[in-house]
């Protein structure tokens, strides 16, 4: 499985953007997705989690009704969108894909990753 982020870049407190993962190389439906996020000297941390069918969602406290995690099977694509952004959301930002079981916010839990999106929120 292959995953390819994008749709980081430089945005303004207050803000949004929308990051999308391209999955390539397996069966996308059947896979539960997450998005992490890791800044400078700091533990990759999770964001947010769908699960395969897209009915189950679960997000980090930092970023509750804030962002939204959704997904696209048909054409084998998850999204991030992030408004209302802070400088604190600076990082990047990989999406991860784990078969089977149910959605987790364990990096461990993850099979495959991309390759990361930098985000970065000016104050």
């Known amino acids: 499985v292959q995953l390819q982020a994008s749709g980081g870049g430089l945005v303004q407190a207050g803000g949004s953007l929308r990051l999308s993962c391209a999955a390539s190389?397996?069966?996308?439906?059947?896979?539960?997705m997450g998005w992490f996020r890791q800044a400078p000297r700091k533990e990759r941390e999770f964001v947010a989690a769908?699960?395969?069918?897209?009915?189950?969602?679960y997000y980090a406290d930092s970023v509750k009704g804030r962002f939204t995690i959704s997904r696209d099977n048909a054409k084998n694509m998850v999204y991030l969108q992030m408004n209302n952004l802070k400088p604190e959301d600076t990082a990047v930002y990989y999406c991860a894909s784990r078969t089977g079981g149910r959605p987790s916010r364990d990096t461990g839990a993850y099979d495959y990753w991309g390759q990361g999106t930098q985000v970065t929120v000016s104050s």
């Open positions: 769908i699960s395969w069918s897209g009915s189950s969602t």
């Open positions: 190389g397996g069966t996308f439906s059947m896979y539960n």
